[in-house]
């Protein structure tokens, strides 16, 4: 049994890869508790497929298990603490078993982390309304100038303890479980020069919602709608296609006399 103090938000990504890496190790999770972390050396773990998913707490029917005939080799259920949801720790014996691959449960997460923005924002508010308050009080009772700056002092540190949490709540929203309101797609123009058959987009779906447009003597031209940088997706088209630099366009709106000249 191993046992190790580390201050992670539950279920993001530096947890993740910090459970992954114990997983390598040999190392099984089986309890968090004031952000101790405690293993099992269970030899078993590193052919199992660790998925870390959010469910509200109101839909778990079954407490932790770990049974012979269960699909997974270990799920150990996290409460998070002042709200309705828990973070599921799970080793799927069977990597690729569509079955128990847990499904998509971004929106759980999403609603997890909006409700610390509100809160971040309740506590924003409220100190505001209770200092200005009693600066207001301070000023009519005549208190002297040095009083006077208490309160406005106590808001300003409660709002830079309070900004870096809302900024990284954030960041995680916008990597981690974005919704389309929070991100920035770009639309792309693709083109892919492949003689002998269609290219296979399918395989490039992560890099977001592809648009067939048409075909001419070989070339093969797509809209993307993407949020990633262009060239990360001539990158991965590339890639993933086994094509030359050369096989390849992509372009952008800020890219709009290279279009002309190619198409």
């Not at 929070?182 to 648009?211: F, H, M, N, Q, T």
Request: proline letters at 5%; a positive charge; glycine letters at 2%.
């Amino acid at each position: 049994m191993k046992k190790q103090l580390k201050l992670y938000f539950k279920g993001s990504p530096s947890e993740i890869r910090y459970l992954e890496t114990q997983q390598k190790d040999g190392y099984m999770l089986t309890n968090i508790k004031n952000g101790i972390y405690t293993f099992e050396e269970n030899s078993a773990v590193s052919d199992t497929k660790l998925q870390v998913t959010f469910v509200r707490s109101e839909d778990l029917k079954e407490p932790n298990t770990k049974i012979e005939k269960s699909p997974f080799l270990s799920v150990l259920a996290k409460q998070l603490n002042y709200s309705k949801y828990t973070v599921l720790y799970s080793y799927l014996k069977e990597k690729d078993n569509p079955i128990y691959n847990l499904a998509d449960t971004k929106a759980a997460e999403h609603e997890y982390l909006s409700f610390f923005k509100r809160i971040i924002f309740i506590l924003a508010v409220l100190t505001m309304f209770v200092c200005v308050a009693f600066w207001s009080y301070f000023t009519a009772i005549g208190k002297p100038s040095s009083k006077l700056l208490i309160p406005m002092q106590i808001m300003i540190s409660v709002f830079i303890i309070l900004s870096p949490f809302n900024i990284l709540i954030n960041r995680r929203i916008r990597k981690s479980c974005p919704k389309i309101e929070d991100e920035l797609y770009l639309s792309y123009s693709v083109s892919v020069k492949s003689p002998g058959s269609k290219p296979d987009i399918d395989s490039l779906k992560y890099l977001g919602a592809w648009r067939y447009q048409t075909d001419k003597e070989g070339k093969y031209y797509y809209n993307l709608l993407s949020k990633e940088p262009k060239e990360v997706i001539l990158h991965n088209v590339r890639t993933k296609l086994h094509l030359p630099e050369e096989d390849v366009y992509v372009y952008s709106q800020f890219d709009l006399f290279p279009i002309v000249m190619h198409f």
